[in-house]
Every structure is written in C-alpha cells, then in structure tokens.
C-alpha cells in the first residue's frame, strides 16, 4: 500500500498534541485495511520523506530568507473545505510568526509559487487563474510537520496549534 493510502490524516488533538509532547507519538486516521507493518513502515518513509521535503522547501543560502516563515504561515492559514488557502489567507499567520506589522502579498508571493516548483520539492499544489489562485500541501501530513517544527524552533507556540485543532 501507499504511504497516502495507509496514512489518511493527521490527528490534531489536546490529547494528541500531549501525547506528541511528552512521549514523541503521533496520531493518524490509518485504512481499515491496513495492518501493523504497513502502518510501522508508513511512518518510517512518511517522517523521512517529509523532513527531506521540509528542508529542501526552506534551505537557502540567504540568512536573512523568508522561506521558514512563510512556509509555516502556511500551514497556520484557515484552509476551506477542500484545504485550499489564498495569499491573504498567509499575511495575518506571516505577521504573527515574523513579528512585523505588515507583509503585502508581492513581497512573499514568489515564496508561495517557489514551493509549487520541483526545486523546492513541489511543497504547496497550486490551482486557479491569475488573480484567483490557491495553494495546499501536496502532501496532508507536511502541515502538521511544519506546525510540530514551528514549535520545536520556537517561532510559535502550543497554544497556536490548538487553536488550529478542529
């Protein structure tokens, strides 16, 4: 089975997010079919796969790059229900992770469109026309990796990602 097959979604809990905490663990809705060692090795290739992934998005030989910040406004943006999110979805999560009063949208657009782009590992799926574009992960379980990340680098803290949690 494939990796999106066998891992359905992250979980996003109080209880979860205390569990991830305090004993490392994590929580996925998995297929019903799926057994044991299917499961063990999804989680194996998934963190692997991901973290590559993840650092491959934000690495730049720039000190000074917005490509951290932006990519975990990302993740903070409200989705709809088809977990898309706009440009201005990503300023008000942009302003509260980098602390700056404001961010027009041209000054990280070009961050969003570089993660579409397979030389950032094609992070964000971009659909829509000119003025009405959208983003999401291409991978479900990036968003959670990012957020977990944004909390170990001390760019946000806990209580962001349970305001986040459904």
């Known amino acids: 089975m494939k990796l999106s ?16 905490d305090k ?4 929580a996925f809705k998995v297929a019903r079919k799926a057994n044991k060692l299917e499961i ?21 030989p720039r000190k000074d790059n917005l490509f951290g910040p932006v990519l975990l406004a990302c993740a903070m943006a409200t989705p ?3 977990g898309y999110f706009a440009a201005v979805d990503v300023r008000g999560p942009l302003r509260r992770v980098t602390g700056k ?36 992960f291409s991978n479900p379980l990036m968003q959670p990796l990012v957020l977990m990340q ?3 680098d001390n760019k946000i803290d806990m209580s962001v990602i349970e305001e986040l949690a459904p």
Do not use: M
């Open 5 to 20: 097959e066998v891992l359905i979604k992250p979980i996003l809990t109080e209880k979860a997010n205390s569990q991830q």
């Open 23 to 26: 004993l490392r663990r994590y």
């Open 40 to 60: 063990k090795k999804a989680v194996e290739d998934a963190q692997q796969s991901l973290r590559t992934a993840y650092r491959k998005a934000i690495t730049s």
């Open 80 to 82: 709809d229900d088809f």
């Open 101 to 136: 009063a404001s961010y027009d949208i041209p000054g990280f657009a070009k961050h969003l469109k570089e993660f579409c782009d397979p030389d950032r590992g094609s992070i964000l799926q971009r659909t829509g026309d000119k003025h009405k574009v959208r983003f999401r």
């Open 150 to 152: 944004g909390v170990v």
